[in-house]
Nanobody, 122 residues
Framework: QVQLVESGGGLAQYGGSLRLSCAAS????????MGWYRQAPGKQRELVAT???????NYAESVKGRFTISRDNAKNTVYLQMNSLKAEDTAVYFC????????????????WGRGTQVTVSS
């Protein structure tokens, strides 16, 4: 089975930084796009950033210039460096990966981690 495990969440002060990591493990052929999503209390889950296998990135306007997504394909890991944190960044952050599990599959399968809490305060 494929599993995604997030780490690095926690408490940070306004203007501080955190670095999230998400490692994929299990039987798979290739991890294609990976991304980070977040869900704040009372709100829908929203896209934070995505990165293709080749390194092309996409960011939500609210985090552009503050967050950086990156990946290490050899480690099957995606990262989210969060700087200049704001109270609005408080949410549960979920890792997502589009994974080709088998050469017999025609398309990728979407996997999600269980989430890691990020809390920003003064």
């Amino acid at each position: 089975q494929v599993q995604l495990v997030e780490s690095g969440g926690g408490l940070a002060q306004y203007g501080g930084s955190l670095r999230l990591s998400c490692a994929a493990s299990g039987t798979l052929v290739r991890i294609n796009a990976m991304g980070w999503y977040r869900q704040a209390p009372g709100k829908q889950r929203e896209l934070v950033a995505t990165i293709s296998r080749g390194g092309s990135t996409n960011y939500a306007e609210s985090v552009k210039g503050r967050f950086t997504i990156s990946r290490d394909n050899a480690k099957n890991t995606v990262y989210l460096q969060m700087n200049s944190l704001k109270a609005e960044d408080t949410a549960v952050y979920f890792c997502n990966a589009m994974i080709l599990r088998s050469y017999y599959d025609d398309s990728d399968y979407s996997y999600w981690g269980r989430g890691t809490q990020v809390t920003v305060s003064s």
